[in-house]
Nanobody
């Protein structure tokens, strides 16, 4: 499956952005999905994850209450709604997917994912 992330850009602190990750090549409904980010000079870190059936989600503590992961299987797309953005959220954001046998399982380690999008840059100014 190929993933294409979009929706990044420049936003002021306190603003919002919605990232999209469109999948092609396979039916998306069989995949668990996640979002990761990498700030300049830092390693890649977990942001959010959703199970294959959409029933389970997980968030990094730093984004909990501000970010929301969702998916639309009919559109083969997963989203990351980001509200109350802070300068510390500045990073390249990556979407990821993997086959998941268990409908309720989500994954928060990047080595658990097989498919990756190309990344989209989010810059939050203070």
């Amino acid at each position: 499956v190929q993933l294409q992330a979009s929706g990044g850009g420049l936003v002021q602190a306190g603003g919002s952005l919605r990232l999209s990750c469109a999948a092609s090549g396979r039916t998306f409904s069989g995949y668990a999905t996640g979002w990761f980010r990498q700030a300049p000079g830092e390693g890649r870190e977990f942001v959010a994850a959703m199970s294959r059936n959409g029933g389970s989600t997980a968030y990094a503590d730093s984004v909990k209450g501000r970010f929301t992961i969702s998916r639309d299987n009919a559109k083969n797309t997963v989203y990351l709604q980001m509200n109350s953005l802070e300068p510390e959220d500045t990073a390249v954001y990556y979407c990821a997917a993997r086959n998941s046998f268990y409908g309720q399982s989500y994954y928060y380690r990047d080595d658990e994912y097989v498919y990756w999008g190309q990344g989209t840059l989010v810059t939050v100014s203070s």
